[in-house]
């Protein structure tokens, strides 16, 4: 299948930014380091481990995705940030207690090397976090503009050809979408105006587009996904993807329900419940802040499920969530699901899920395929939304009045079958009926 689509070589370095240097990002960042040294190996990254099925089943062409799309080299990568702390890479990654003492003695030297810069932050925002080392300015706009500055210096500090940002920061509260967000020209009036409906995630999402750079949202808060920072994508040629990385109990969501639906059982209620205690955690003990990811959990069942299309299995599922904080847990998260289903002449069953796992564990593969991808999008000129790249988000963005995919399945689908574009290769449609009809030789 021909392609108009030209692709840029990645010449030179790539900066990975990401706002707050926190669980999440520290042990994105050294895990990457670990990486490069032969230290570990990339388990969860699609863009390291995975292959790509090309042509057909028969002609066993199954190369890996990174020798297949001409993605940036690990060794390419340069990192930085912000964060409201003034600790190195190191230390954070220390205090996060993710990773390993011993994997992280190994590698300090370059985790020492990487300092934040000053964060911009509003305690109205997130209440439960609170930092010294934060941008000063009389307005937001002033803000975005020391933000735009601190990646020019960053690049020519660290000799970077290309950089892509990639939120990493904790939940804010929950803000409805409005006027101040339709235009881009009603968005720069509001940062010029404080307008309270523009948080700090924004604020980063606009410099970064305003630069023209890649950027992605992986938590719940309304950033890239308002039609004015859509609009200013498009103008400035960054793709975008948002929002919320997609990786514990609503992982198991989009691979579980999905499967039921497939089959035609029935589901009266879906209950999930959370225990965290990392920062994340502390932040979304804030009912405000809670209410954003809710808002983004909740949606998920709804679009797979479509029930208003199946009535008489989904009409009356009903949908809870929480989430609770608690300390002794820190980063290893358990996400407990019950699930009561019916089958055949509505006899009743359950499922049971207890996931107990590590949340940054998942997350940071989440951030280096999507910074990877990212930035192969913008050497494509691909500009704005890139729904593609759904496969890593809880609530996928999408054109206004274009429902999401949220099927894992359909999301990979989707996803290989642009990369097969992006390079002039045939879509697969795993019709296969030509393996049966052809005249046997």
Known sequence: ??????????????????????????????GVISIRRGLSKPVGSLTQMGTIRLGKRTDNRNP???????LADLNDIVFGGWDIFTDSAYEAAMNAQVLDKDLLNEIKDELQEIKPMKAVFDKHYVKKLDGSHVKQGGTKMELANAIIQDIEDFKKKNGCDRVVMVWC??????????????????????????????????????????????????????????PGIVELSKQTGAPIAGKDFKTGQTLMKTIIAPGLKARYLGIDGWFSTNIL????????????????KEVSKLGVLEHILEPSKHPDLYKD?????????????????????????????GYKMQIKVDFLCKDS???????????????????????????WLSFYLKSPQTLPGLPPM???????????????????????TNLGQDYYEEDPE
């Not at 564990?361 to 729904?387: S, T, Y």
């Open 277 to 292: 205690g990392n920062r994340d955690g502390e932040v979304l003990d804030d009912p405000e802040n809670f209410k954003t």
């Open 317 to 345: 599922l009903y949908h809870k969530v929480r989430i609770n904080y608690y300390p002794p847990r820190g980063d290893n998260k358990e996400g407990w699901d019950n699930i009561d289903i019916f089958g055949w002449l």
């Open 169 to 226: 920061g904790s939940t804010e509260i929950y803000i409805k979408e409005s006027d101040v967000h339709s235009t881009i020209e009603k968005l720069e009036e509001g940062l010029r105006n404080n307008h309270e409906d523009i948080a700090p995630s924004m604020i980063y999402a606009y410099a970064a587009i305003k630069s023209g750079i890649p950027y992605a949202n992986g938590a719940p808060n309304l950033s890239c996904d308002v």
């Open 361 to 387: 564990i998942l997350a940071a593969p989440l951030v280096l395929d999507l910074a990877l991808f990212l930035d192969l999008a913008k050497r494509a000129q691909m500009k704005g939304i890139q729904e």
């Open 406 to 428: 949220h099927d894992l399945f359909d999301q990979l689908k989707k996803l290989e079958n642009t990369l097969r574009y992006m390079m002039g290769e045939d879509l697969i």
């Open 1 to 30: 299948m021909a392609s108009n689509i030209q692709i840029e070589i990645g010449k030179g370095k790539l900066g990975i930014l990401t706002p707050v240097m926190g669980a999440v990002h520290t042990t994105f960042m050294a």
């Open 64 to 70: 890996m995705v990174k020798d297949f799309v001409p």
